[in-house]
């Protein structure tokens, strides 16, 4: 089946430092998505993003499919951003499979 | 509020024990899945359905059963827990190929 990979696994920042998560995946997906999973464990979805650029406040998400990767960039971090950060990939059986996550810790 | 709901919040199994776990939305989506997380390994599929009356196997399906009643509810069965299934468990739904994938607020069960 498909695979999907996630880089870094963890990542500590300090408040209002720049970043970038990176999900990789082993075959063509019909879609992609990004989430956020809180301290608390609420996942939020951050983007649809099949392919092309989105952005959304301090958060912006870059697929390119023809290379089979995604991108999130996270600017100015706040501590609120802490959590786990999952890429997730739609297959064409509409299984959507997720990837192993980035636990990111924002410092003050 | 719209949404998935998921029941119970918490719970205790001893090992050979059975229970049903509960979700349900109104969001009037097609596509309901069930997913475990464990701590480092993220989310793995259970089963789904991608429409009323069909069910599918995810990456790790052994030891439950699922039912899609109707479009608003989706359970997951344990006929016999075993501590291995000592996990959270999350529900979500979705339009096939649309933006917004909603999760429940996750079940937290322990088998001893």
């Known amino acids: 089946g498909i695979q999907v990979e996630q880089s870094p696994p963890d990542l500590i920042l300090q408040e209002g430092a720049n970043s970038t998560l990176r999900c990789n995946f082993s075959?063509?997906?019909?879609?992609l998505q990004w989430f956020h999973q809180n301290p608390w464990g609420q996942l939020i979805n951050l983007f649809y993003i099949p392919s092309g650029t989105k952005q959304n406040g301090r958060l912006s998400a870059t697929t390119v499919a023809t290379e089979r990767y995604s991108l999130l960039y996270i600017s100015s971090s706040q501590t609120t951003d802490s959590g786990v950060y999952f890429c997730?990939?739609?297959?064409?059986?509409?299984?959507?499979?997720f990837g192993p996550g980035t636990s990111l810790s924002v410092i003050p | 509020n719209a949404g998935v709901t998921q029941t119970p919040k918490f719970q205790v199994l001893k090992t050979g024990q059975s229970m049903t776990l509960q979700c349900a939305q109104d969001m009037n989506h097609n596509s309901m899945y069930w997913y475990r997380q464990d701590p480092g390994m993220g989310l793995r599929l259970i089963y789904y359905s991608a429409s009323e009356g069909t069910t599918d196997k995810g990456e790790v399906p052994n030891g439950y059963n699922v039912s899609r009643l109707n479009k608003r509810e989706f359970s997951l069965r344990l006929e016999s827990a075993a501590p291995s299934q000592t996990s959270v468990y999350f529900c979500a739904s979705s339009e096939e190929g649309s933006y917004g994938y909603t999760f429940g607020s996750g079940t937290r069960l322990t088998v001893v």
């Open positions: 075959d063509s997906v019909n879609n």
């Open positions: 997730a990939v739609r297959t064409s059986y509409d299984k959507v499979i």
